[in-house]
């Protein structure tokens, strides 16, 4: 447009220049044809810039509606200035990150062979450590080891959320097995806290609630609320209570509905001021200033990013020292469902 509009000044000057040769040097000359003239020249002007300033517009808002979007617009925009530098540089952008990514994919398959083989001497180091005759140290070699079990198996799930192609295995689960599954997972830590589990309706064994979802990262969801209500459980008497609510969807015809599954303790609680950044990542908040717990800010990132991934939605709501209630949206299957 810049050019346009110089092209315009120019065009200008050479017409006003011409209109001064000919009041001052030619002097038998007939005004009203330099007038006549210089309103034709003005007039082009004025339609040449009239014209490229639309075209400036329109283009200006067709950049405007594409910026939004996550892939790259140049290749949509046609030909423009410098549109050959603009592609180089892209192409020379996206190796740079393959190869970044290519690295990313290589360190994660690396970690997941490394915790496959961590996990083999540390469950020989579980079964090895029941034989020790020393009751205290035993206890405190089976808490550490825990500790590092169930680091390493998060670890595991963290790399293979990452990875490009989500494994995912959506069929109809029990949803009493899940809970099941994850309780036991942390039950060591549970039972050394002499936490009360409270199951509620919905959850029981005998309900025998259907839902869809991956039963495995469904687990490891719920893992993640288990030993964040373990980890920040402050209370002589702690307790975990697990219960559902159904939320029935607009039309009756419909083969699932959607059901809420809550997870509340009583612990520490969250302040007003953590609670809309507790799902981001590496977001320790007052744990980090207080050194009072040792967290990455990571459980929870990874908890929303799977819950993401399964198509369910993660919400929260706490008081600062009395519960933290978590809850999941899950898909509900029909009772008669054959499977």
Same mark, same amino acid.
Not at 275 to 281: A, L, P
């Given at each position: 447009? &810049?050019?346009? =509009? ?6 200008? *000057? ?9 009041? +001052?040097?030619?002097?038998?000359? #007939? ?26 517009? &329109?283009? /200006?808002?067709? =950049? ?6 996550? @892939?790259?617009?140049?290749?949509? *925009? ?5 549109? #050959? ?7 020379? *952008?996206?190796?740079?990150?393959? $190869? !970044? ?40 070699? $089976?808490?550490? *080891? ?6 390493? @198996?998060?670890?595991? !799930? ?28 942390? !039950? ?25 979802? #991956? ?8 893992? !993640?609320? =288990? ?13 975990? /209570? ?33 609670? $809309?950044?507790? +799902?981001? /990542? ?6 980090? $200033? ?20 399964? #198509? ?28």
């Amino acid at each position: 447009m &810049k050019q346009h =509009i110089t092209r315009a000044i120019a065009a200008t *000057l050479i017409c006003a220049a011409y209109s001064l040769y000919f009041i +001052f040097l030619v002097k038998s000359a #007939d005004l009203k044809y330099l007038i006549y003239i210089d309103f034709l020249i003005m007039l082009c002007v004025a339609a040449d810039l009239a014209y490229h300033a639309l075209r400036y517009l &329109k283009r /200006k808002s067709e =950049i405007k509606s594409l910026l939004p979007t996550d @892939d790259i617009i140049f290749t949509e *925009l046609g030909e423009f200035e410098n549109r #050959d530098i603009t592609a180089h540089d892209v192409s020379v *952008l996206q190796q740079r990150l393959q $190869r !970044q990514y290519d690295d990313s994919l290589e360190l994660q398959d690396y970690v997941a062979k490394w915790c496959h083989e961590l996990k083999l001497p540390l469950s020989a180091s579980l079964i090895m450590n029941e034989k020790q005759k020393d009751i205290q140290l035993r206890a405190s070699m $089976r808490e550490q *080891l825990e500790c590092m079990k169930r680091q390493t @198996d998060m670890l595991l !799930q963290g790399c293979r959320l990452q990875s490009p192609i989500l494994d995912l295995d959506i069929k109809v689960t029990r949803l009493s097995e899940c809970i099941k599954t994850s309780i036991k997972n942390n !039950q060591f830590f549970l039972i050394q806290k002499n936490f009360t589990i409270d199951i509620g309706a919905g959850v029981k064994s005998d309900d025998d609630t259907l839902i869809y979802t #991956d039963a495995g990262w469904l687990v490891y969801i719920l893992d !993640q609320f =288990i030993s964040n209500a373990v980890k920040y459980s402050d209370k002589p008497e702690p307790y975990i /209570k697990i219960w559902t609510e159904n939320m029935g969807k607009n039309s009756d015809s419909v083969a699932c509905r959607e059901i809420i599954l809550y997870i509340e303790d009583n612990g520490e609680g969250i302040s007003d001021s953590d609670m $809309r950044h507790i +799902f981001e /990542k590496g977001y320790t908040g007052a744990n980090r $200033r207080n050194a009072k717990y040792k967290s990455t800010g990571m459980g929870l990132y990874m908890a929303a990013k799977t819950a993401n991934a399964l #198509d369910s939605e993660i919400g929260v709501e706490s008081v600062k020292g009395e519960y933290t209630r978590f809850s999941i949206r899950l898909e509900k299957c029909s009772e008669n469902i054959i499977y």
